[in-house]
């Protein structure tokens, strides 16, 4: 079984609906992230969470939101979808310490906004 | 300016050629320095992380790290069709997050 899950893995929306993408992990990290990844801009990250109590914006959280449920979920958000969101969504998790920042990422989760 | 900046390529090397992968960071106290291998349509995965200058080698992938440059590479040794990918390079900034470049794609012909 996968270490780091994500739901839905493919989702179409339509303009200003309310979408939630969830990622479950097994590996026992406190980190998880949530990135987005298009065509030439790499990776970015749009929120980041170090424990349950801990949230943290990060490049670009305009337009999302997220909800740390428990150490092993870490939830997204897009309150009112718009186009442009339209992405592939990864979650990662990692560990704490120095040597210890790999980050294990899930199998992304295709968004397109209508 | 980027912060963590990568040839987009495409990168083309013939099957058992070394391909160098290069990356630059504006972050001056970067300490971390990681290489992602990201297949088509399939999540990054962890090739070689590097904290000091120098070379660090794992089989046929060697990392090099100069800080004084603010350059870090990856060297493919023998390259394999199966090394076509697009490769990552990730930095840990001044902030404590990972910054990624935006990624070069390397094609290994046959």
């Known amino acids: 079984d996968a270490d780091v899950t994500q739901t839905p893995r493919n989702r179409i929306t339509k303009t200003g609906k309310r979408i939630m993408l969830e990622c479950s992990q097994t590996?026992?990290?406190?980190?998880m992230y949530w990135y987005r990844q298009d065509p030439g801009l790499g990776l970015r990250l749009i929120y980041y969470?170090?424990?349950?109590?801990?949230?943290n914006k990060g490049e670009i959280s305009d337009g999302y939101s997220v909800s740390r449920q428990a150490q092993a979920k870490f939830s997204l958000s897009l309150e009112s979808a718009i186009p442009n969101q339209t992405a592939l969504y990864f979650c990662a998790t990692s560990d704490l310490g120095i040597g210890q920042e790999t980050q294990y990422f899930g199998p992304g989760t295709r968004l397109l906004v209508l | 300016q980027k912060e963590v900046e990568q040839n987009s390529g495409p990168l083309s090397v013939p099957e058992g050629a070394i391909a160098s992968l290069n990356c630059t960071y504006s972050d001056r106290v970067s300490q971390s320095f990681f290489w992602y291998r990201q297949y088509s349509g399939k999540s990054p995965e962890l090739i070689m992380s590097i904290y000091s200058n120098g070379d660090k080698e794992d089989g046929r992938f060697t990392a090099q790290l100069n800080k004084a440059s603010q350059y870090v590479s990856l060297l493919i040794r023998d390259s394999q069709p199966s090394d076509s990918a697009t490769y990552l390079c990730a930095v840990i900034d001044n902030n404590n997050d990972m910054r990624f470049g935006a990624g070069t794609r390397l094609t290994v012909k046959p």
């Open positions: 590996k026992g990290h406190d980190r």
């Open positions: 969470s170090f424990d349950v109590k801990d949230i």
